[in-house]
């Protein structure tokens, strides 16, 4: 017993220290630094920024296994196929938030010529080593990844006019010299994304490469003309685009019951799976539409599926996180003083609210099926990780931009020879 009494005191005291007189623990002191620790390499990140884009993310994950089981099972698979893709995916995209989180965002300026090389190689990589599915050739495979360039040609780009235009705010009401330049190679990239065929992808980025011009500080005049070019262009570029298939998604879109069987059979499934649901759904994996009814009910329709189960209440929810990120992501672009800062925030908010726009007005009949997924949610590596890269730029900048808030500010003496213009003309000198 006695042995036991000093083994026990001598284990306790070599885990003691005497620190201003009192005995502290030493694993309680470890434990009480390391918390301190963390809590210093956390500060200033923006929680709102890291819960909401990994929850909307968990709650894709969940979605995807509910809508895809049949599915999965239907084709051949397992029920769990697209779930444990997607987990992958989804453990890749939580480090790369991470490592964009931690990595300073104006160091990107540095690196976008590199950005763009490698964004045009894998553009035309696609085009030559791509597959094609679907008519459309938008995947290829790399170190064992099927990747789609064009969800990281998004993000690229956003970097890169956030960067040309940061640094050209001096002659920015040139238009020829301040304006015009970047846009040329914006619609070479755009030009490689519509030959694969991915008119959402694009349209996403035409939207988004106007909210930046727009924000960049240009003369009323000179958007006037980028629209009058633009509209021209389409007139031109359009007819020849014109297929029996695209022509197919707007008479689907705008008169779905015209052929009920054919050309509108996914938005009318939709609709009836968006109908079903109510205020509160038919209950987390209930849906019916999903049972080989409604066409990609985890990609493109997986509001849809959302709707179904989880009612009104889902959907809010939904667009309620997502109008969080979008409007947080302005809001950091107000308070952010630089403009490669600001401009960057507002082109990644401006993406993700756009993309989530067209896809639930795809799903809605308010604009035609054009393959844009749902942000975060729905199935989809490639664009799980270029979205959550973002949201680690993102927070990146708003850690830069609150730690710039928290620095004591200097107060400098006032020269004595501004005392008189104080004072003012009436008081003598």
């Known amino acids: 017993m006695q042995y036991n009494l000093n083994k026990m005191f001598k284990r306790?005291?070599?885990?003691?220290?005497?620190?201003?007189?009192?005995?502290?623990?030493?694993?309680?002191?470890?434990?009480?630094?390391?918390?301190?620790?963390?809590?210093e390499k956390l500060k200033g990140y923006d929680f709102t920024l890291i819960i909401t884009p990994i929850l909307l993310a968990s709650f894709g994950i969940v979605m995807i296994y509910s809508a895809s089981m049949v599915s999965a099972v239907v084709d051949g698979l397992d029920s769990t196929y697209y779930l444990f893709r997607q987990v992958q995916w989804f453990i890749l995209s939580i480090i790369g938030f991470i490592f964009c989180c931690i990595f300073p965002y104006k160091y990107y300026q540095n690196l976008i010529k590199l950005i763009l090389l490698i964004s045009v190689i894998m553009l035309l990589g696609v085009l030559i080593f791509g597959d094609t599915a679907h008519n459309a050739t938008r995947s290829m495979e790399i170190l064992g990844l099927r990747i789609q360039p064009s969800e990281f040609v998004k993000l690229a780009l956003i970097i890169y006019l956030a960067s040309v235009y940061s640094k050209k705010q001096m002659y920015i009401g040139?238009?020829?010299?301040?304006?015009?330049?970047?846009?040329?190679?914006?619609?070479?990239?755009?030009?490689?994304?519509?030959?694969?065929?991915?008119?959402?992808?694009?349209?996403?980025?035409?939207?988004?490469?106007?909210?930046?011009?727009?924000?960049?500080?240009?003369?009323?005049?000179?958007?006037?003309?980028?629209?009058?070019?633009?509209?021209?262009?389409?007139?031109?570029?359009?007819?020849?685009?014109?297929?029996?298939?695209?022509?197919?998604?707007?008479?689907?879109?705008?008169?779905?019951?015209?052929?009920?069987?054919?050309?509108?059979?996914?938005?009318?499934?939709?609709?009836?799976?968006?109908?079903?649901?109510?205020?509160?759904?038919?209950?987390?994996?209930q849906s019916v539409q999903k049972l080989g009814f409604l066409w990609g009910a985890h990609t493109d329709f997986i509001m849809a599926v959302i709707a179904e189960e989880l009612g009104v209440f889902g959907v809010v929810m939904v667009i309620g996180l997502f109008t969080v990120i979008t409007l947080r992501g302005l809001f950091i672009s107000k308070k952010c003083t630089d403009s490669f800062g600001s401009l960057l925030a507002i082109g990644i908010s401006s993406?993700?609210?756009?993309?989530?726009?067209?896809?639930?007005?795809?799903?809605?009949g308010v604009l035609p099926i054009t393959g844009v997924t749902l942000p975060f949610i729905s199935y989809g590596g490639s664009s799980l990780l270029a979205l959550m890269i973002s949201m680690g730029i993102l927070n990146n900048i708003a850690r830069t931009v609150r730690l710039k808030?928290?620095?004591?500010?200097?107060i400098e003496p006032e020269p004595i020879n501004n005392l008189t213009h104080r004072r003012g003309s009436s008081w003598p000198i």
Do not use: C, W
């Open 405 to 410: 808030e928290q620095e004591p500010k200097t």
């Open 351 to 364: 993406m993700v609210a756009i993309q989530a726009i067209i896809n639930l007005g795809a799903i809605s």
């Open 174 to 285: 040139d238009f020829f010299k301040g304006v015009f330049p970047p846009l040329i190679l914006t619609f070479i990239m755009i030009a490689l994304i519509v030959v694969q065929p991915d008119i959402g992808t694009a349209s996403i980025i035409l939207f988004v490469v106007g909210t930046i011009i727009i924000s960049s500080g240009i003369r009323f005049k000179h958007i006037l003309l980028l629209f009058t070019f633009s509209a021209v262009l389409l007139v031109l570029i359009v007819p020849r685009m014109i297929t029996e298939t695209r022509i197919a998604r707007f008479t689907g879109a705008y008169q779905p019951f015209l052929n009920p069987d054919g050309t509108g059979y996914h938005l009318i499934q939709s609709y009836l799976a968006i109908g079903g649901g109510g205020l509160s759904g038919e209950g987390l994996g």
């Open 12 to 39: 306790i005291s070599e885990n003691t220290m005497t620190f201003f007189g009192l005995q502290v623990n030493v694993k309680t002191s470890y434990i009480v630094f390391g918390v301190v620790l963390v809590k």
